[in-house]
């Protein structure tokens, strides 16, 4: 027993949002990029982790991943928090959404390939056929999909009840509250930013940059079929947001986050008393006080001008360094003002996980403090 | 079995029959056609589709299952109306004597895990969109009606959080509108908002501004549930029709299911 313990324990101390989520970009980009990244030893080190790729090493991970789920439910914390019946959707789509990305990645590797021998991609392979009418051939696909799933629902409905809880009860908050699951990344942001960056700002953003997607990629390859090759950034951009800055925070915040939005273990218990310091310091102290041992100015643009300097590089800076060098390829066939929009959207979208790093490094509160007009950044 | 057969040919035959459907038996690729061209839900389809593009494993059919899942919210939640009042009285103890006193009664179950189960497959939807590159040209527009139906998927799912009427409605939505507080120049402790002044007279408070109007009222109350409930099972279902509708007939327009030129 102290053995499972001891690996609980180990669970717990990794499951700290800093190395949780840490770990989780670096078993991201390594997964997606393996042997591609880094310097040579790091190549290395992580061209191994191609073989994912391999349906049966894939199924073995997987199975191995889904039988240590399933043997967490003897723990009575786990038990308790993903037990619960409106967490069961949750807890399944961490393997839906794993499955189905590694499945069109694997696909994509799958095409690129049979592209590299010269041949066509499986799609276009089929594509060749005569077409086929939509009935009978479409209309039984979904006419099966329908009964399967009407099945499916009848079932999960028959053993797992509609929880309800206490009536609604104005005085009495419960702790923690939280959001409807699926917004539950974006009550994540709030410990990052202000409540109208990260509750009205960020979430119409999130909008309009998936709207604005078809109109940044210009590449015209990768149009109707699996591919990684063609698509590298853009498959990589999208699944950072949608994999890491999405789902999983979604995951943090319905089983990692416990009483007063403190973080625990999925091995621990929930204790309400769970005390945590508040040690956040802001840019402006750190500069001033801490490094040049000096006062804080009173007038709030000298007082923050390390800040703004930082983050007007970001924004206005950096881009212009994206444009020149980075992403070279892109600026020319998209012109500037397209990649301007685009390099602010996805500048915006790096910086929570920026944020999130120099909270946890440094207890970093904001980089530009200014409630005289509400801007804190 | 000669006497359904014979049956059958009778019913084929009979005049009611052929005004319903105007296509002969279903044997011949012109009969086929037909039968998708002269049906009005079934005409949202091409006739013909590239035989790669219905593969299970290339569409996962998630869009699909969406649309299922948002017929079978439809028909549970009408269902549902019927036991239900959005009243601060009654809402609770509809939803427990649903529970108690429907011996077998799943419908509550199917709508409720429907719901969770709709908003998981809509993003992979999504993510198979995304990852077949299925958003190029011509289809950017329909990528972006998409989108506004995922949205939509995200509020409806959230205007039906709060129905049930417990702890867990009640502060979920409790947390998840106290964004609209915080909206620039329209939430009363959003940016810009104090600068809204008439001499003395501050225009946005927490009386009129974004969250009042979400909630009908200032807090979640009687006036939230109702507006959920409209919100919920007319308005935002209402709009989300008109676009799935729009959604399909583009999928059919810009040249069906994406596949490799």
Redesign the interface.
């Given at each position: 027993m102290a053995f499972v313990d001891q690996i609980k324990d180990i669970v717990n101390w990794l499951s700290s949002p800093p190395r949780f989520f840490l770990l989780s970009v670096i078993a991201f980009f390594a997964v997606l990029f393996p042997g591609e990244l880094g310097p040579a030893w790091l190549r290395r080190l992580t061209r191994p982790l191609a073989a994912i790729y391999r349906p049966r090493v894939a199924a073995v991970l997987f199975g191995f991943l889904g039988l240590l789920f399933f043997l967490s439910f003897r723990d009575p914390n786990f038990l308790l928090i993903v037990g619960k019946p409106?967490n069961v959707?949750?807890a399944?789509?961490i393997f839906?959404?794993g499955f189905?990305?590694w499945y069109?990645?694997q696909?994509?590797r799958l095409n690129d390939r049979l592209q590299e021998s010269g041949q066509?991609?499986?799609?276009?392979?089929?594509?060749g056929?005569p077409?086929?009418?939509?009935?009978?051939?479409?209309?039984y696909?979904?006419f099966l999909?329908?009964i399967l799933?009407?099945v499916f629902?009848?079932i999960?409905?028959?053993f797992?009840?509609?929880?309800?809880?206490?009536?609604?009860?104005?005085a009495?908050?419960?702790n923690p509250?939280?959001?409807?699951w699926?917004?539950l990344g974006?009550?994540e942001m709030l410990v990052y930013f202000?409540?109208?960056i990260?509750?009205?700002?960020l979430?119409g953003l999130i909008?309009l940059g998936?709207?604005a997607?078809?109109?940044f990629?210009t590449?015209?390859?990768?149009?109707?079929?699996?591919?990684f090759k063609e698509?590298r950034l853009e498959?990589a951009i999208?699944l950072f947001g949608?994999v890491v800055l999405w789902v999983w925070l979604i995951l943090i915040g319905t089983f990692l986050r416990g009483p007063n939005q403190n973080f625990f273990g999925p091995y621990e218990y929930w204790d309400a008393h769970k005390l945590v310091p508040l040690i956040n310091i802001e840019f402006s102290q750190l500069m001033w006080v801490k490094l040049l041992k000096m006062p804080l100015p009173s007038n709030p643009m000298a007082r923050e001008i390390f800040g703004l300097l930082v983050v007007g590089a970001y924004f206005l800076v950096l881009p212009r360094i994206m444009g020149r060098f980075w992403m070279k390829r892109h600026y020319e066939k998209m012109g500037p003002p397209r990649f301007y929009v685009m390099a602010f959207l996805l500048l915006t979208m790096l910086s929570l996980p920026i944020k999130m790093l120099l909270r946890w490094t440094m207890n970093l509160h904001f980089l530009v403090f200014m409630p005289e007009?509400?801007?804190n950044i | 079995m000669p006497v359904l057969k014979r049956l059958w040919e009778y019913t084929r035959a009979t005049q009611i029959w052929n005004s319903i459907f105007r296509h002969g038996p279903?044997d011949t690729?012109r009969n086929?056609?037909l039968?998708?061209l002269t049906n009005v839900f079934?005409h949202l389809?091409?006739?013909?589709?590239?035989?790669?593009?219905?593969?299970?494993?290339?569409t996962?059919?998630m869009g699909?299952?969406t649309f299922?899942?948002f017929l079978?919210e439809t028909a549970t939640g009408l269902l549902l109306m019927f036991y239900y009042h959005p009243t601060v009285e009654y809402a609770?103890v509809d939803?427990?004597d649903l529970?108690e006193q429907v011996p077998l009664g799943?419908m509550?179950?199917?709508?409720?895990?429907?719901a969770?189960?709709m908003?998981?497959t809509v993003?992979?939807h999504?993510?198979?969109v995304?990852?077949?590159?299925?958003?190029?040209?011509p289809?950017?527009f329909n990528?972006?009606v998409g989108?506004?139906l995922?949205?939509l998927t995200?509020l409806l799912?959230?205007t039906g959080?709060l129905l049930?009427?417990?702890?867990?409605?009640?502060?979920?939505v409790?947390?998840?509108s106290?964004?609209?507080?915080?909206?620039?120049l329209v939430?009363h402790?959003?940016?810009?908002a104090p600068l809204l002044k008439l001499g003395d007279i501050t225009l946005v408070h927490a009386g009129n501004d974004a969250r009042f109007a979400l909630l009908g009222g200032r807090?979640?109350?009687a006036g939230a549930l109702l507006r959920f409930y409209v919100l919920h099972c007319v308005g935002i279902p209402v709009v989300a029709m008109v676009l799935m509708a729009v959604h399909f007939w583009r999928v059919r327009k810009d040249g069906g299911i994406?596949?490799?030129?």
């Amino acid at each position: 027993m102290a053995f499972v313990d001891q690996i609980k324990d180990i669970v717990n101390w990794l499951s700290s949002p800093p190395r949780f989520f840490l770990l989780s970009v670096i078993a991201f980009f390594a997964v997606l990029f393996p042997g591609e990244l880094g310097p040579a030893w790091l190549r290395r080190l992580t061209r191994p982790l191609a073989a994912i790729y391999r349906p049966r090493v894939a199924a073995v991970l997987f199975g191995f991943l889904g039988l240590l789920f399933f043997l967490s439910f003897r723990d009575p914390n786990f038990l308790l928090i993903v037990g619960k019946p409106d967490n069961v959707p949750i807890a399944a789509m961490i393997f839906l959404v794993g499955f189905f990305v590694w499945y069109s990645l694997q696909q994509g590797r799958l095409n690129d390939r049979l592209q590299e021998s010269g041949q066509p991609v499986v799609e276009k392979q089929e594509a060749g056929d005569p077409k086929v009418l939509v009935w009978p051939d479409l209309v039984y696909t979904e006419f099966l999909c329908m009964i399967l799933w009407t099945v499916f629902l009848i079932i999960w409905s028959i053993f797992l009840k509609a929880p309800i809880e206490e009536p609604a009860n104005p005085a009495k908050t419960p702790n923690p509250s939280k959001a409807p699951w699926y917004f539950l990344g974006l009550q994540e942001m709030l410990v990052y930013f202000d409540p109208w960056i990260a509750g009205v700002l960020l979430p119409g953003l999130i909008i309009l940059g998936l709207m604005a997607i078809p109109y940044f990629d210009t590449n015209p390859k990768g149009n109707g079929y699996y591919t990684f090759k063609e698509r590298r950034l853009e498959i990589a951009i999208f699944l950072f947001g949608f994999v890491v800055l999405w789902v999983w925070l979604i995951l943090i915040g319905t089983f990692l986050r416990g009483p007063n939005q403190n973080f625990f273990g999925p091995y621990e218990y929930w204790d309400a008393h769970k005390l945590v310091p508040l040690i956040n310091i802001e840019f402006s102290q750190l500069m001033w006080v801490k490094l040049l041992k000096m006062p804080l100015p009173s007038n709030p643009m000298a007082r923050e001008i390390f800040g703004l300097l930082v983050v007007g590089a970001y924004f206005l800076v950096l881009p212009r360094i994206m444009g020149r060098f980075w992403m070279k390829r892109h600026y020319e066939k998209m012109g500037p003002p397209r990649f301007y929009v685009m390099a602010f959207l996805l500048l915006t979208m790096l910086s929570l996980p920026i944020k999130m790093l120099l909270r946890w490094t440094m207890n970093l509160h904001f980089l530009v403090f200014m409630p005289e007009a509400f801007f804190n950044i | 079995m000669p006497v359904l057969k014979r049956l059958w040919e009778y019913t084929r035959a009979t005049q009611i029959w052929n005004s319903i459907f105007r296509h002969g038996p279903m044997d011949t690729a012109r009969n086929r056609g037909l039968a998708v061209l002269t049906n009005v839900f079934l005409h949202l389809h091409p006739v013909k589709v590239r035989k790669s593009g219905i593969r299970l494993r290339f569409t996962w059919c998630m869009g699909g299952i969406t649309f299922f899942l948002f017929l079978v919210e439809t028909a549970t939640g009408l269902l549902l109306m019927f036991y239900y009042h959005p009243t601060v009285e009654y809402a609770y103890v509809d939803i427990v004597d649903l529970r108690e006193q429907v011996p077998l009664g799943i419908m509550r179950e199917l709508h409720r895990w429907g719901a969770h189960a709709m908003v998981i497959t809509v993003w992979l939807h999504m993510l198979r969109v995304f990852m077949t590159g299925s958003y190029k040209p011509p289809r950017e527009f329909n990528w972006n009606v998409g989108v506004l139906l995922l949205v939509l998927t995200l509020l409806l799912s959230f205007t039906g959080y709060l129905l049930p009427w417990d702890q867990l409605a009640m502060w979920a939505v409790t947390v998840g509108s106290n964004m609209a507080r915080a909206t620039p120049l329209v939430g009363h402790e959003g940016p810009g908002a104090p600068l809204l002044k008439l001499g003395d007279i501050t225009l946005v408070h927490a009386g009129n501004d974004a969250r009042f109007a979400l909630l009908g009222g200032r807090f979640v109350g009687a006036g939230a549930l109702l507006r959920f409930y409209v919100l919920h099972c007319v308005g935002i279902p209402v709009v989300a029709m008109v676009l799935m509708a729009v959604h399909f007939w583009r999928v059919r327009k810009d040249g069906g299911i994406s596949g490799p030129v």
